[in-house]
């Protein structure tokens, strides 16, 4: 299934205008709490029971949504209620898996202003894909019916910066980052050097895991019927933006 590049987006070309609104929200909570961005009903609080995405475009319409509140400030917090809470004790239905990197800045049920049970969230570092990271995904999609997984990396990734100075010097790692170094090493991009290759590494490694994920057999099926759509992602630490990753 191909999908709309579109439902994340491209880069922006406006930092200095987030640094300014990220400064005036500061300043207004400085100024006096209970002050917000929006005090509009909308914006204080999301609608009692939203509707589930059930299709991969659904999916990816819902994240993208949530992640231009997140960096524009608009937060909802969505399904945190005593009524979800209540509720998500008799079942979970999620909508999206999201494969991320265990760095503290990248924490995708704020990154896409999600909340509880909305996502099946698998972390690891460069997010490499080992049994337990390709048990827990396999779980979501076959047991729980999710129809999208998203392989998110982002922007100054330690892991892949560490694979890539390993690669370029030869040195000694500690065996269990060595493990993680010899997984993203076949993305290592040889066109570049210094900053540059580990940035073009960061997306490499993304379509590394992504295709991986895609030969899986299972995976592939579901894919292949159109049940499941597996899509490459990339979170800017600068802009706090999600854009696909082709």
Known sequence: MILDDTLFGAAEAAPARRL???????????????????????????????????????????????????????????DETPAVRQALTSGQHPFAIVLGCIDSRVPPELVFDQGLGDLITVRSAGEVLDEAVLGSIAY??????????????????????????????????????????????????????????????????????????????????????GRLSIVGARYELTSQLVHRVA
């Not at 002050?35 to 990816?60: E, G, I, K, W, Y």
């Open 140 to 225: 979501g999609v076959l047991e729980l019916g999710i129809p999208l997984i998203v392989v998110l990396g982002h922007q100054s990734c330690g892991a892949v910066r560490a694979a890539v100075e390993a690669d370029e010097s030869g040195g000694p790692l500690p065996a269990h980052i060595r493990y993680l170094a010899d997984q993203i090493a076949p993305a290592i991009d040889r066109g570049t050097g210094g900053d540059a290759r580990v940035d073009a590494t960061i997306d490499a490694n993304i379509r590394l895991v992504r295709s991986r994920l895609a030969a899986d057999k299972d995976l592939a099926e579901r894919e292949a019927d």
């Open 20 to 78: 300014l609104l990220r400064a005036a929200v500061t300043g207004a909570a400085v100024a006096g709490a209970g002050l917000t961005l929006d005090v509009s009903p909308a914006a204080a609080a999301p609608p009692a029971a939203r509707p589930r995405p059930t299709t991969a475009r659904q999916a990816l319409r819902e994240l993208a949504a949530g992640n231009r509140r997140w960096r524009t400030y608009r937060e909802q917090h969505p």
